[in-house]
């Protein structure tokens, strides 16, 4: 069994105190997008918990604002530096990631999200998102 927790609609399997954040809640937070849940704004703001960034969303914003599909304002190197002054902390992807990638079924074609599934899996975090195809991987 795999052991998951989502949110944003999406009911938590655990409470850890540990989040990872979608790469879509990330831009949002910092663009003050509306879309942008109440609750993931208050867990950004005001938790005393770890939050994490996957290494995979830099990955993702990198190749999407190289081929002219997002414009961030500042640039995307203070993008990131704005979240690790905040104290988010960065996660690798390791080999480990990756075995969990390949075992996983294809509910989430998109390999950055894929690796975030994994990556929460593999560190027991609870994933942030708004995505309703994470909660697929709940039921495994």
């Known amino acids: 069994m795999i052991s998951m927790s989502f949110r944003r609609g999406l009911k938590t399997m655990f409470n850890t105190h540990r989040w990872l954040f979608d790469t879509n809640l990330l831009l949002w ?3 003050a997008d509306p879309r942008l849940p109440v609750d993931v704004k208050k867990e950004i703001e005001e938790s005393n918990g770890k ?3 996957s290494i995979a969303s830099a990955w993702e914003l990198a190749i999407k604002t ?3 599909k997002l ?3 500042g640039g995307i190197e203070a993008f ?3 979240f690790s002054s ?3 902390i960065w996660l690798p992807i390791s080999i480990d990631t990756i075995k969990i990638v390949e075992t996983l079924p294809f509910y989430h074609k998109d390999p950055f999200d894929r690796i975030l599934v994994a990556s ?3 560190h027991s ?3 942030l998102a708004t995505d309703e195809i994470f909660a697929q991987y709940k039921k495994l």
């Open 29 to 31: 937070y910092r663009t």
């Open 86 to 88: 905040a104290g988010f």
């Open 51 to 53: 939050k994490y960034i």
């Open 80 to 82: 990131w530096r704005d």
């Open 125 to 127: 975090l609870e994933l």
């Open 66 to 68: 190289s081929i002219g």
């Open 71 to 73: 414009t961030i304002v």
């Open 120 to 122: 929460s899996i593999e």
